[in-house]
T-cell receptor, first 114, second 110 residues
């Protein structure tokens, strides 16, 4: 069981470039999430998908878009990367939106925008 | 804004000692969860305590919850070097999403 798989693990972008972070889970979870982690800030929710076919904004959605491609996959897109988007990005999934059990996290994508 | 705040921000103890981390939050919750993050890795769920529970145990972990004070504590007993990590509390609110605190960095010295 792979759990939550994120690709790529590392990425360097130039300001203005675009890229898509990929996330896939094999636990048949309904809900998927994208967080960013910055030093001293903990994790902040960017976007989430409560179920297949739905997406909603989290705390810090500006500059990002998401696509829930199917039940397994949830991608995060940066259309025009900015240095402020330098961060570590984590994808997570949950079978019950955290009501009875914890989230399962991927290992992260470390993104640097220069 | 962040839902939770951990205290202390950093904690250094000797192997075998107990480690206590505290978490305060701002609004009513459905449950509170604790996660561990080893350096450069993803987060791992440790334990969940519901809003109507006051204490919960899992192995060497003991979690307490005081909803009147909007606070929780995580106790790790008989710490080991492998417990060195950052620990985060996270709360599930009525919106059913998980909001994280800023974390406590624990160092256990062999």
């Amino acid at each position: 069981n792979a759990g939550v798989t994120q690709t790529p693990k590392f990425q360097v972008l130039k300001t203005g470039q675009s890229m898509t972070l990929q996330c896939a889970q094999d636990m048949n979870h309904n809900s998927m999430y994208w967080y960013r982690q910055d030093p001293g800030m903990g994790l902040r929710l960017i976007y989430y998908s409560a179920s297949e076919g739905t997406t909603d904004k989290g705390e810090v959605p500006n500059g990002y878009n998401v696509s829930r491609l199917n039940k397994r996959e949830f991608s995060l897109r940066l259309e025009s990367a900015a240095p402020s988007q330098t961060s570590v990005y984590f994808c997570a999934s949950s079978g019950d939106r955290g009501r009875r059990s914890g989230y399962t996290f991927g290992s992260g994508t470390r993104l640097t925008v220069v | 804004s962040q839902q939770g705040e951990e205290d202390p921000q950093a904690l250094s103890i000797q192997e075998g000692e107990n480690a206590t981390m505290n978490c305060s939050y701002k609004t009513s919750i459905n449950n509170l969860q604790w996660y561990r993050q080893n350096s450069g890795r993803g987060l791992v769920h440790l334990i969940l305590i519901r809003s109507n529970e006051r204490e919960k145990h899992s192995g060497r972990l003991r979690v307490t919850l005081d909803t009147s004070k909007k606070s929780s504590s995580l106790l790790i007993t008989a710490s080991r070097a492998a417990d060195t990590a950052s620990y985060f509390c996270a709360t599930v609110t009525g919106a059913n999403n998980l909001f994280f605190g800023t974390g406590t960095r624990l160092t256990v010295i062999p």
